[in-house]
């Protein structure tokens, strides 16, 4: 349980975000022509990053935005919000 | 040789005031090299450790484990016990952990404090009741037992349950296994240890695993806070963390890790004598033996390694917990926690070898692994002895990710996950 500061609404209660998940998989361009193993790793493999992990939200109760955010999954502390077509933070 | 724990020793040790009891383990330093080592000491991990030692006569084996064992989910799950899952799959894995819980106790002469008082599933919608009968019959096919209990039956067996028609979510039936119930979590974690012990296994506690090195397309050893570990074989059951061990050897898994939660009321004298879930409304709850009442919340929907959970979850568990329950609107909660839970995408544990020779994982059973601990560690060990899996964890490959084989069991189980 934490703040969020969205980046349109400003710092609300997590609880009107929904998470995402993991942020930046790519969607594949060509998908017909993939194998078995490539759509095993877009589908279902994931970082699950016990330590800054850049991840999606959105806002559902609120603005209804997606966003992104650099959280650090072993403590709950947010290091950065950024919009969608940002790129993230260097650190 | 362990003393074994009767009647007789419990007078003879009550002579000396309780205070020479025989240490249940030992304490050992991790030698230089082992036949198999298991990262995780919780209680799929001892239970594995249990039956190498048992059943596979690999006896120069260890347990490594971060900080204390059963100190994990092991001891912060809400210890209900069941099989009626839906899938074939999925039943035949359950059920053969529900019949070594039946023996579990004088196998390993530790008192797990196995309870059969039954789980009760309650439907409070059409889909609802389509569903959990639809998984009752299933059940039946594979040799489980589950009868379905329309309203009024259900209020006979829990009579605290509100089943007035005017509620948001009415209680329309529900199924039962009489067969599941609960244990005592800790007891599990114990009575392994002292099993394995017995048998040579080394339990080492306070030894984190820091790196996995790698030789040619096998495993060399593991790197830990007490030094190098050498072993070709590691079988790693670490629930939660089980990315960061497979992140240490670049191995991808298909988990999110997440918080759940469960809380504990202030004990009060018997109320409710068996084990009630409910999907739809997501709240669980039974009674402890010490009188309290076990509630499991939910998971929270962001990925954390916290141990906490969101209040807002608890929230939403008592609010059906009290509209299904009137009785208990002036209980007070006592403690409440989380535990880190790897999910999988199918809600289906991974029991299974891996592209690297040697190594093999145990992971993502999500938000109901405890009820399979003596299961999972039997068909573990299995596949770690005889380096292929057993045909009741076939299906629980990693493999199942790429070829589409999955064991759907979200919704199809009887409680969400």
Redesign the interface.
């Known amino acids: 349980m934490f703040l969020i500061n969205c980046p349109y609404c400003g710092e609300r209660d997590q609880s009107e975000f929904s998470a995402g998940g993991e942020a930046h998989i790519v969607r594949p361009k060509q998908p017909t022509e993939l194998s078995d193993d490539q759509w095993a790793e877009f589908l279902f493999m994931r970082k699950n990053i016990k330590g800054v992990q850049l991840e999606r939200w959105n806002h559902a109760h609120g603005c209804r935005k997606w966003f992104n955010m650099a959280r650090d999954t072993s403590n709950d502390k947010i290091h950065a919000v950024y919009k969608m077509g940002e790129k993230p933070p260097s650190k | 040789m362990k003393n074994k724990y009767s009647i007789f020793s419990l007078f003879k040790n009550a002579l000396s005031y309780h205070e020479n009891w025989q240490k249940a383990w030992r304490d050992p330093e991790p030698k230089k090299e082992y036949e198999a080592i298991i990262i995780g000491g919780g209680g799929h991990g001892l239970a594995t450790a249990f039956y190498l030692a048992k059943k596979h006569d690999m006896k120069n084996i260890a347990v490594v484990e971060k900080g204390w064992i059963g100190g994990g989910n092991t001891g912060r799950n809400t210890t209900i016990i069941r099989s009626n899952y839906l899938w074939d799959a999925s039943a035949g894995l359950y059920d053969h952990a529900l019949k070594i819980w039946e023996g579990l106790s004088q196998e390993l002469n530790y008192n797990v404090m196995f309870s059969q008082r039954g789980v009760m599933n309650l439907a409070h919608n059409l889909q609802d009741v389509r569903d959990l009968k639809r998984r009752t019959h299933a059940n039946r096919l594979n040799g489980i037992d589950a009868v379905w209990l329309n309203t009024e039956q259900v209020k006979k067996f829990c009579p605290i349950i509100n089943t007035s028609p005017d509620i948001r979510y009415p209680v329309l039936g529900g199924t039962l296994q009489r067969r599941a119930g609960t244990a005592r979590h800790d007891a599990v974690a114990w009575g392994y240890a002292r099993g394995a012990d017995e048998m040579g296994v080394d339990i080492i506690q306070n030894c984190e695993v820091k790196g996995i090195k790698r030789r040619g397309d096998g495993i060399e050893g593991i790197e830990t806070t007490k030094g190098f570990i050498k072993s070709k074989k590691i079988g790693v059951v670490t629930a939660g963390?089980s990315?960061?061990i497979a992140?240490m050897v670049d191995l991808?898994?298909?988990?999110?890790?997440k918080p759940l939660q469960a809380l504990v009321s202030e004990p009060v004298k018997p109320i409710i004598d068996t084990v009630v879930m409910s999907n739809a409304v997501h709240a669980y709850v039974s009674q402890s033996d010490k009188g309290e009442l076990v509630i499991g919340a939910g998971t929270?929907?962001?990925?954390?390694?916290?141990q906490?959970?969101?209040?807002?979850v608890v929230e939403g568990t008592l609010k059906a917990i009290l509209e299904l329950y009137p009785i208990f609107s002036r209980m007070k909660m006592l403690r409440q926690w989380g535990g880190i839970v790897?999910i999988c995408?199918d809600a289906s544990p991974i029991i299974s070898k891996t592209h690297i020779k040697g190594l093999y994982f145990n992971c993502g059973w999500g938000t109901g692994g405890f009820k399979a601990t003596p299961g999972s560690g039997d068909l573990f060990a299995h596949t770690i002895a005889n380096d292929e899996p057993h045909k009741l964890n076939a299906d629980f490959n990693i493999n199942r990710?790429?070829?589409?084989d999955l064991v759907d069991e979200h919704g199809a189980a009887a409680v969400a996950h």
């Open positions: 963390h990315s960061v992140g991808r898994l298909p988990l999110e890790s929270d929907a962001y990925i954390s390694y916290t906490r959970g969101s209040h807002d790897d995408p990710f790429v070829s589409g």
